[in-house]
């Protein structure tokens, strides 16, 4: 671990001795205007064409669209505005300050652990960089299941080729870090395929340390690129400020009612801004997303708010290998793997995509499985680990049906996922195949995160003992970054809360654009399948509300 710390300290006074510049505090000092927090007061009140509600990758693709077309745009966002110059790779600094409940959101029986981003950028500035376009299966099941005429893979392809051009997605061409590259290798022993993974970046460093902020500004986040032109072109960004509840009147929404909150997250009542907006978009995620319909009491006559919230849920496996490994240094995902989603009828039993994430102390010691000295062991080993998740691939199968979101008594959302047998079947197979490829890539032991694993010290034990383990809440640990659902697109309203276009069923003048559309989820990272289907979303919504033309690439 030392190790680790020498380079997160190191890194960013070189990015300073470098000379990297702060394009948000050169563009604050252009005069944009963002109130909120330490930047002033909020206006009691604000009248725009657009509210945007979240600046992540829903929000930014929208912002940008509908300023540059000549609306104007007002932005709401919960979270504080941070840039390069406080992002310093240090985990006690990041999650309290970049991640909703401080990298510690659970599902309301604390059996999943779910990392969202909250800061201006959204979770596009704290995650790290995977881009993939939506699978064509994922598109296919949506018409065919969901009514979604034109969501095909071919006609989504210029919106998602409009998105890669803007933010710069493309092969990365580095050599995978051997943590990556052990993913590659066991996989190759086994005859599995493992291809490399698209990165929306520009001039990376290859710090590894995505999760926490980019230093250099290489990541193309909504942060630095979509957000900033907005702003540029006349937004105004409310920061630190919640949306509390959009006040309707009849079938339209009349106004929204924010806050700005405290230092410790609970809405000011008395700094209250209300915004009039002839259109607004709630672009603040899944999760938040419906919680905020649910507390305005949208309508909803088919009991679809909320429901089918879907969470790629994350099981791990650590693998120890004679050398060192480092796995906190390096560009933190570019190998996949699909074979145990091709593998298996999108519709069948649940099949998952695996990957090899980055490791950090705080992060790692957080979610690794037991106490005391036996922790304290493996942690002394930590150059030393490898580790694989699965991300299980949930929404398309009847007994899977996702989670749902609900309000607790002060108004804030919580998100109730059962984890039954037929996910934990899929967890279950999914251990198998990570350590199994952990064997054949050379590790000399490996133990899957489960309160009940002992060390496994070969396939052939590790076979029995996980066939054997329970595979249940809690004693599982599961851990998700990928939220989707609660607002879902549908071609017919009695299967959804949105329309083909974004558009809320009853509401004349809503539109949801981020993640929480999805009807299932997408079985890949999910930020390239957000930005190509709000880019879609949002040009739509410019030209129906007499905006000029824009192209979001040009």
Sequence with gaps: MAEAQTLTHHAVPAAQRAGVPDPIQAGLARGWKVKGGPHGSLPPSLSCDVLIVGTGAGGGITAEILARAGLSVVLVEEGPLKSSSDFKQLESEAYPTLYQESAGRKTADKAINILQGRCVGGSTTVNWTSSFRTPPETLKHWVERFDLQGFDAAAMAPWFEQAEKRLNIGDWLTPPNENNELLRRGAQKLGIEASAIRRNVRGCWNLGSCGMGCPTNAKQSMLVTTVPTALDAGATLLVQTRAERLVLAGDRVESV?????KPD?????????????KHVVVAGGAINSPALLLRSSVPDPHQRLGRRTFLHPVVMSAGVFEHKVEAWQGA???LYSD????TQAIDGPMGYKLE???LHPLIFSSTLAGFGQAQADVLGRFPHIHTLLALLRDGFHERSPGGEVQLRGDGSPELHYPLNDFVMEGARRALLSMVEIQFAAGATEVQVIHEQSPVLRSWAQARTVIEGLPMVPLKTRVVSAHVMGGCGLSGTEVGGVTRPDGGHWQVRNLSVHDGSLFPTSVGANPQLSIYGLVARLATGLAQRLGGRPVRLDA
Excluded: E, K, N
Excluded at 265 to 277: F, H, L, N, S, Y
């Design 257 to 261: 009612l924010c806050f700005s909150l």
């Design 265 to 277: 997250g609970t809405p000011d009542t008395a700094a209250a801004c209300r915004v009039v907006a």
């Design 356 to 358: 090899a994430p980055p």
């Design 339 to 342: 074979h145990f989603l091709h």
């Design 332 to 334: 933190p995902q570019t």
